[in-house]
């Protein structure tokens, strides 16, 4: 069973950082794509980020410039750091990943329980 789990999320003042981790584990062979989502209160879901297996890297127009994702292969964890924090960036902030389980050839698409990211004005 693969798990997706973050950490990091929390209240901080705008202007100020966080830095949001996504460990995956259990029977893993690979891990392609990962991804940072958030989404607010009645908003749709969106891609804040992602990164490659080669560390290609993509942002929200929003979020470029202050966030910067990278990855931990050897961990296969993926970070968020956010920095000049904006009170339009409180949302949960969920982890996707696309992850090949041990003995099988597909590919899957897992999620985080996602994290609570409050900046106050």
């Known amino acids: 069973q693969v798990q997706l789990v973050e950490s990091g999320g929390g209240l901080v003042q705008a202007g100020g950082s966080l830095r949001l981790s996504c460990a995956a584990s259990g029977s893993i062979f690979s891990i392609g794509y990962m991804n940072w989502y958030r989404q607010a209160p009645g908003e749709q879901r969106e891609l804040v980020a992602g990164?490659?297996?080669?560390?290609?890297?993509n942002y929200a127009d929003s979020v470029k410039g202050r966030f910067t994702i990278s990855r931990d292969n050897a961990k296969n964890t993926v970070y968020l750091q956010m920095n000049s924090l904006k009170p339009d960036d409180t949302s949960v902030y969920y982890c996707?990943?696309?992850?090949?389980?041990?003995?099988?050839?597909?590919?899957?698409?897992?999620w985080g329980q996602g994290t609570q990211v409050t900046v106050s004005s």
């Open positions: 996707n990943a696309v992850v090949r389980p041990l003995s099988v050839t597909n590919y899957y698409h897992y």
């Open positions: 990164i490659t297996s080669g560390g290609n890297t």
